[in-house]
């Protein structure tokens, strides 16, 4: 008998030690992941959403990486939020460029 993972919530616990390329090899791999308040690293946080905007059969298509400190490139996350269906950035210290990019690809969607 196959099991396959589906989702995971992790919410709330330090996934700080993780390596980063497994850690994003893994939440790629799943349809949906709460990792919000996880005190995940700038290099975690990058991994992810490298691993996210390069993958073009990504089955991942909700990602809740709230209460983490999301300091990448905006062009980065705007390239992730494509590839997504959700996506809860909420108290992750966004500045204004960054928050932009998350809101434009979402509009062009909605067009669509």
């Known amino acids: 008998m196959k099991i396959v993972l589906s989702s995971v919530d992790v919410e709330g616990n330090i996934l700080t030690d993780l390596d980063p390329q497994i850690l994003a ?8 992941a709460n990792l919000n ?8 946080i990058k991994a ?7 993958d ?9 990486i709230g209460e983490n400190e999301v300091q990448v490139k905006p062009e980065l996350l705007a390239a ?3 590839k997504l269906e ?3 950035l909420n108290s992750s210290g966004l500045n204004s460029s960054q928050t932009k990019a998350t809101s434009l690809p979402s509009r062009r969607r909605a067009r669509d």
């Open 25 to 32: 090899k893994a939440v790629c791999k799943l349809e949906a």
């Open 37 to 44: 308040d996880t005190e995940l690293t700038a290099l975690q």
């Open 48 to 54: 992810i959403f490298t691993a996210i905007s390069s």
């Open 56 to 64: 073009e059969n990504i089955p991942l298509n909700d990602l809740n």
């Open 80 to 82: 992730a939020v494509t």
């Open 86 to 88: 959700r996506l809860n």
